[in-house]
T-cell receptor
């Protein structure tokens, strides 16, 4: 399974746009890229998933370049409640029972 | 709509004891996976159950075992507890073959082994 590399921590201020980049140089052809958010003492929460180009939902955008060796999670106008750990995962389609391989994640701290 | 329910929320056990953790998946989901999350680390995959059978297993010893019931709920059993088993145990459910909206995680069981 592809290994991911992302920054250990990031700081931001309320109202700013935050971009978290993830490297996955060994991504396989059938791998998808998925991002999860986790608050302390809670389980991870699915944010967004994509295969190529750009995906957007009500929470975030995911940008994937043509070579798919990296991806960027974009959080528009963050608030204090966006302070959490963000995980980037790659793997085969999860609706076929694929297991999730988590790294250490990026701890995002949003300040007032 | 009830999400994933885990019980108990907290548990303290002594080394060498056995523990059983329980999980009820989100309504409509048929697949349950268990994860162990040590402090400051990402969740680590333990195993996955589908149609009452273990389908995949992570790098965990045989002391970790599980079960899935006909109503899709699941149990995680850990025998001969070690101090290193202290962690947050997370259950995640999904629908195999359906449109993927992400695994749904419960809030976990915090196990402390003393």
């Amino acid at each position: 399974l592809a290994k991911t590399t992302q920054p250990i921590s990031m700081d931001s201020y309320e109202g700013q746009e935050v971009n978290i980049t993830c490297s996955h140089n060994n991504i396989a052809t059938n791998d998808y890229i998925t991002w999860y958010q986790q608050f302390p003492s809670q389980g991870p929460r699915f944010i967004i998933q994509g295969y190529k180009t750009k995906v957007t939902n009500e929470v975030a955008s995911l940008f994937i370049p043509a070579d798919r060796k990296s991806s960027t999670l974009s959080l528009p106008r963050v608030s204090l409640s966006d302070t959490a750990v963000y995980y980037c995962l790659v793997g085969p389609p999860y609706n076929q029972g694929g297991k999730l391989i988590f790294g250490q994640g990026t701890e995002l701290s949003v300040k007032p | 709509d009830a999400g994933v329910t885990q019980s108990p929320t907290h548990l303290i056990k002594t080394r060498g004891q056995q523990v059983t953790l329980r999980c009820s998946p989100k309504s409509g989901h048929d697949t349950v996976s268990w994860y162990q999350q040590a402090l400051g680390q990402g969740p680590q995959f333990i195993f996955q159950y589908y149609e009452e059978e273990e389908r995949q297993r992570g790098n965990f010893p045989d002391r970790f075992s599980g079960h899935q019931f006909p109503n899709y709920s699941s149990e995680l059993n850990v025998n001969a507890l070690l101090l290193g088993d202290s962690a947050l145990y997370l259950c995640a459910s999904s629908l195999r073959g359906g449109i993927f909206y992400g695994y749904t995680f419960g809030s976990g069981t915090r196990l402390t082994v003393v």
